[in-house]
Nanobody
Framework: QVQLVESGGGLVQPGGSLRLSCAASGRTFSNYAMGWFRQAPGKEREFVVG????????TGADSLKGRFTISRDNAKNTVYLQMNSLKPEDTAVYYC????????????????WGQGTQVTVSS
């Protein structure tokens, strides 16, 4: 089992930044690829970005590239999502997840999930 706890969400103005953290406990953190997903009301869960144990990463939609950055600290069992130039359409619950299936961008291939943290972008 891997337990994941997200933190760092909140209310931010358009154009602002937030950094989300996801602390993992349980099995060896470095054995898993880590991903961030988000889900807005009435929409499907969307892949945001994922990172392999080595630091290799993949990003989801083109609208996220250059604004969202993922990193991980294997010594601290923590993965981070730095979000810059935030827009109202980034408003969603953000989830981190752990996968033993390579570095997928599909939610169904992730084994463990956090409870989510709300990010609201509004003036």
């Amino acid at each position: 089992q891997v337990q994941l706890v997200e933190s760092g969400g909140g209310l931010v103005q358009p154009g602002g930044s937030l950094r989300l953290s996801c602390a993992a406990s349980g099995r060896t953190f470095s054995n898993y690829a880590m991903g961030w997903f988000r889900q807005a009301p009435g929409k499907e869960r969307e892949f945001v970005v994922g990172i392999f144990w080595s630091g290799v990463f993949i990003t989801g939609a083109d609208s996220l590239k250059g604004r969202f950055t993922i990193s991980r600290d294997n010594a601290k069992n923590t993965v981070y999502l730095q979000m810059n130039s935030l827009k109202p359409e980034d408003t969603a619950v953000y989830y981190c997840a752990a996968s033993s299936n390579g570095l997928p961008n599909e939610a169904r291939l992730y084994d463990y999930w956090g409870q989510g943290t709300q990010v609201t972008v509004s003036s």
